[in-house]
Nanobody, 122 residues
């Protein structure tokens, strides 16, 4: 499956962005779709995930209460709604997909999109 992430941009602290992840080649059926991010000079960090079939979600403590992951079956897309953005959220955000079982480790996801840059200024 090929993944296309979009929606990144530059915002001021406190602002919002919505990232989108679309699949081509096949649908997300039977996959867990997740968002990771990599800030400058840091390792990839798990942000959120959603089981496409179950709709069950998991989210990192660092963004809990501010970020929401959800899916749109009609659009065959997964979204990451990011509110109350902070400068420390600045990173390249990656959409990824894998088959269960997956964890918060990047190595458990087989497919990766190209990343979209989010920049939050103070």
């Amino acid at each position: 499956v090929q993944l296309q992430a979009s929606g990144g941009g530059s915002v001021q602290a406190g602002g919002s962005l919505r990232l989108s992840c679309a699949a081509s080649g096949r649908t997300f059926s039977n996959y867990v779709v997740a968002w990771f991010r990599r800030a400058p000079g840091k390792e990839r960090e798990f942000v959120a995930r959603i089981g496409w079939n179950s709709g069950r979600t998991g989210i990192s403590d660092s963004v809990k209460g501010r970020f929401t992951i959800f899916r749109d079956r009609a659009e065959s897309a997964v979204y990451l709604q990011m509110n109350s953005l902070k400068p420390e959220d600045t990173a390249v955000y990656y959409c990824t997909a894998g088959t269960a079982p997956v964890t918060t480790a990047p190595s458990t996801y087989a497919y990766w999109g190209q990343g979209t840059l989010v920049t939050v200024s103070s």
